[in-house]
């Protein structure tokens, strides 16, 4: 993938713009098309070349852009990675909860492994990236937090029974912050079939299979959730949008 060109930042207002899970895919393109509109990105994974080059490629067409190590499962991990981003750029505007695993079963097959790192990662985590950031948000008076969930938060398939009540988890802890908020932003950004690697993480191959069969026939590409992640941070300081679906056309 490569960059675009970046946007001159005094065209428009520069946020400082934290990511987890920006090694590939939703994370990733996330951060390219953020720093390619201006933002100053902060990409936090575990797989710490990925987003090293992520952030040599944005620096390279003019953005900025830093990468720190991140474990979305351990809060002081979480705590590390945003008070370098605060240190780096001396505030933190928005957190993207990105960083999510799917590991697709039948219940029946009782991978209470795979249950748990689900929850791990896609509740947990964003409870930790929460936890972080919101004391620093109050201080400021201002901040926006936007919860990549899924519409298997929306509705519940065999295989994915765990992963959606993870995601829906997501949605019911988001809109309970945006309810207990008056200057911070929430936003819900829930993707339908997107091309990441999100299904290489299913051991069943038959369900492997059959995920990257759905996604063949329809799906959309990374860049288009980061393009409605941009839509939601460029909104005036007074607009929240709360929940955006973003699936492809030929979805059922």
């Not at 902060?42 to 852009?65: E, K, P």
């Not at 519940?156 to 802890?173: E, G, I, M, N």
């Not at 007074?238 to 979805?251: C, F, K, S, Y």
């Amino acid at each position: 993938m490569t960059s675009s060109p970046i946007t001159d930042p005094s065209t428009r207002t520069s946020k400082v713009v934290l990511i987890t899970g920006a090694s590939s895919g939703i994370g990733e393109a996330t951060a390219r098309h953020l720093a390619a509109s201006g933002h100053r990105i902060v990409l936090g994974a575990r797989r710490t070349d990925r987003i090293a080059a992520v952030a040599r490629d944005i620096g390279q067409a003019g953005g900025q852009a830093h990468s720190r190590q991140l474990d979305v499962t351990d809060l002081d991990s979480v705590k590390a990675f945003v008070a370098a981003a605060r240190e780096c750029y001396g505030r933190v505007d928005v957190l993207v909860n990105n960083a999510g695993v799917m590991p697709l079963s039948f219940m029946a097959e009782l991978r209470v492994d795979e249950w748990n790192r689900m929850i791990d990662v896609n509740l947990r985590g964003v409870l930790n990236g929460i936890a972080a950031v919101l004391p620093i948000m109050a201080e400021q008076k201002s901040g926006h937090i936007i919860n990549v969930a899924s519409v298997s938060g929306h509705r519940v398939d065999p295989t994915a029974a765990v992963y959606s009540a993870t995601k829906f988890a997501v949605r019911a802890l988001s809109e309970g912050l945006r309810q207990e908020s008056r200057d911070l932003r929430v936003t819900v950004v829930s993707p339908g079939l997107t091309r990441t690697e999100l299904f290489d993480g299913i051991a069943n191959p038959e369900i492997k299979a059959g995920a990257r069969a759905m996604v063949d026939r329809a799906s959309i590409p990374a860049g288009a959730i980061a393009e409605a992640i941009g839509f939601a941070i460029s909104q005036p300081d007074g607009v929240d949008i709360n929940e955006l679906i973003v699936r492809p056309t030929a979805q059922g």
